[in-house]
């Protein structure tokens, strides 16, 4: 026997495979146009290497490849960027359901116990009642309202990996700026050592010859001062160098008594620049771009599907349901209901207009962002070609005056011990020649982070294994807790 059930079913399952799945975009022309080439790379020679997706790779650091591999797979805040991502996709998913049609079971059973009392008789009986029933539901989206809200959905789901890319980006580039300012300091402590080293042997030349009248003590004042000025430095080299390292552990997870992975930082010597390409390349493969671009699109879907809800909705339902006085006979007898309904908006007090209004002003909003993130991404990368061509420069022009101090406290020393010159111009001298040595540590330490910037700008992002989710975890009962309620410490009662 053919119930009746299964034509509507039938029905709607192939109207459902009409209205069909595929996302749709709408492409349109950037707010802000890319320029031809970089105004930094005018010369017309071409760069030789190409910045590889990891792009500190680049850098030839493996101290640096460790902990960066540390922090992708351990920060917190990248996880924080995949839990956004599986949460965009789930909603996706859920807009999506919309699309398809419902089917609902519902199953009920009850028992009705009577009794009849006489004069001369007393009778009781028990009815059993058995319900089985099925619900099928399906919404026609005839003017795309529920395509273009899944279509959004699906599009914040692209942002959001974009963002993951985007975190990650930033995640590397932050700790490869660390790492190397704790290079920096390490290696300050060191030279800071050496010249208090040095400081101090001639604070007790001098202190000798002031014993035996051959200088004044304004010299050894002097000398004394600039080992007190050296332990004073040290001191905060020492500050900076701890804190930084500090940050470098929270960057990979890791809790601050735990020991760097790494113990022998090194600033490093840079290679050649990448190959930049061409602006409009740049705008296609920066995560950030990608994300505000899907943005725009997103919010375009969502305008029109605020301007397709003020057009009639038409829905088909079926259902079907049987009962019985017993599980034999439950599937005998069915009632079965195909049902369109259709609903149109009259006077909604300007509700949708208004949502219109509201969802082409996020369009808006999205564009005007669009176009911010373009000139902000070609900024950085002009920004950062220029700041490492004349950082160059600076740190050329500090090794020739590390040079010429170098001759110079030479020379004052010969003329100080024939007696030609006074104490005071040997001291200027070590001083400048000090000062050059801690500035040549952070001109390259700079040309550095200047070169992270400018890989940071260029980054188009890189695959990687999404993490496993967070989960809550018992407490056991010998591990202390961080926090708790009022109903963690039992009753109390105010005092």
Not at 105 to 113: D, H, I, Q
Request: hydrophobic content about 40%.
């Amino acid at each position: 026997m053919k119930h009746p059930i299964t034509s509507p079913i039938l029905t709607l399952t192939l109207i459902c495979l009409l209205a069909g799945c595929a996302v749709t975009t709408k492409d349109f022309q950037p707010p802000v146009q890319a320029p031809a080439a970089w105004s930094q790379t005018s010369t017309g020679t071409p760069l030789p290497n190409q910045l590889p997706e990891q792009w500190w790779s680049a850098l030839a650091d493996p101290d640096l490849d460790a902990l960066v591999e540390a922090a992708i797979n351990n920060n917190f805040d990248l996880r924080t960027a995949w839990d956004r991502l599986a949460q965009a996709q789930a909603i996706a998913r859920r807009e999506g359901a919309a699309l398809e049609p419902s089917l609902d079971l519902s199953a009920g059973a009850g028992r009705t116990r009577s009794r009849t009392t006489t004069a001369t008789t007393a009778n009781s009986s028990t009815r059993t009642d058995l319900d089985l029933g099925l619900g099928l539901s399906y919404e026609l989206d005839l003017w795309g309202r529920l395509r273009n809200t899944r279509d959004a959905a699906a599009l914040d789901a692209l942002a959001a990996q974009d963002d993951v890319s985007s975190s990650a980006i930033i995640l590397s580039a932050d700790l490869a700026t660390r790492w190397y300012e704790y290079s920096e300091q390490i290696e300050r402590i060191a030279v800071l050592r050496e010249q208090n080293k040095r400081n101090q042997d001639v604070y007790d030349i001098i202190n000798t010859q002031f014993r035996a009248g051959q200088t004044r003590a304004e010299d050894v004042l002097r000398q004394r001062n600039l080992v007190e000025s050296n332990l004073g430095q040290l001191a905060i080299a020492n500050r900076r160098a701890q804190t930084l390292r500090l940050q470098i552990l929270v960057l990979i997870g890791a809790t601050p008594d735990q020991p760097l992975p790494i113990e022998t930082p090194a600033l490093i010597d840079l290679p050649a620049l990448p190959d930049l390409g061409v602006p409009a390349t740049l705008l296609q493969q920066r995560p950030d771009v990608r994300q505000a671009y899907r943005a725009v699109q997103a919010a375009d879907q969502r305008a029109a599907a605020a301007i397709a809800d003020r057009y009639p909705s038409i829905s088909l339902s079926a259902s079907a349901s049987t009962s019985a006085n017993r599980t034999a006979d439950l599937f005998d007898n069915w009632l079965a209901n195909l049902a369109a309904n259709l609903t149109a908006p009259i006077l909604d007090g300007g509700r949708r207009s208004a949502e219109i209004e509201r969802a082409q002003a996020v369009t808006s909003q999205a564009i005007n962002t669009y176009a911010q993130t373009i000139l902000v991404a070609l900024q950085e990368v002009e920004t950062a070609l220029a700041q490492e061509a004349q950082q160059r420069q600076y740190l050329q022009s500090l090794e020739r005056q590390h040079q010429t101090a170098d001759l110079v406290v030479e020379r004052i020393r010969d003329n100080y011990i024939s007696g030609q010159t006074e104490y005071i111009n040997v001291l200027n001298a070590q001083t400048t020649k000090q000062t050059l040595e801690l500035q040549l540590l952070e001109a390259k330490r700079t040309l550095i982070t200047d070169r992270i910037a400018l890989s940071r700008a260029l980054a188009g992002g890189w695959s990687m294994t999404p993490p496993e989710q967070a989960r809550l975890q018992p407490i056991e009962e010998s591990q202390p807790t961080i926090m708790s309620t009022d109903a963690d410490q039992g009753p109390h009662h105010d005092q």
